[in-house]
């Protein structure tokens, strides 16, 4: 046809419109999904390496300096870690120390878990957690990091859910042997049971003590009275 020049070069194809559209994660193929989930669990796992590594540093060092407050350039030196990946993690030093209170909460509340299992009636489950928490002071090791991260709790005044709320979770192991037991009020029960035994470890805590053998065997028979005779 005349006037007509030649046709305009074709784009560079279907590759080139393929590598110009952008994936989106509700649309990409199983391949692409399991290469991600891949990438992010290496990452997830080098993430939790790193915060270990702080944790434990903290800790060591809370103990080191106890009774004064640990410095973060401390911890950062202790962990062989920089203010970088701190602060990547973590707000400010409130923030790390309750990260360390709540995982040692935590195993602890794992620790009771498992002692109570060993254990059948309510009143031997109510005496093994009973003892199992009175075990945070009567170790040597785990008294002192016990009482370190005591005294750097009570000063945090932070944001993030109170120690009360953690030693809640400790107290709800308790319920389930209460009302085992035929308490009509197992909750209240568990509360009134984990404020006695706290009671008297900040006690001890606060005078760098631990409860000789008479005051455990007194703490034992005195919560376990009401989940019956062990």
Known sequence: MAGSGPAPPAPHGTLASMESTRLEWDAAPASVRAAVDRALRRHQRDALDELEQILDAALRVAVRVAPAEP?????????????QTFYRYFAGKSELLHAVMERGVLRVRSYLGHQMAKQTSPADQVAAWVQGLLTQLTRPEIATQSIAISRLTLRSGGPEPGRSTLDNQLGELLVAPLAAA?????????????????????????????????????????????????
């Open 71 to 83: 410095r973060v350039s401390d911890i950062v030196a202790e962990a062989g870690s920089s203010n």
């Open 182 to 230: 035929g308490r009509p009020h197992p909750e209240l029960d568990a509360r009134a049971i984990l404020d006695v035994v706290l009671g008297a470890l900040e006690r001890h805590v606060a005078t760098g003590t631990g409860p000789d053998a008479v005051e455990r065997e007194h703490l034992v028979t005195f919560c376990t009275a009401v989940a019956g005779p062990t």
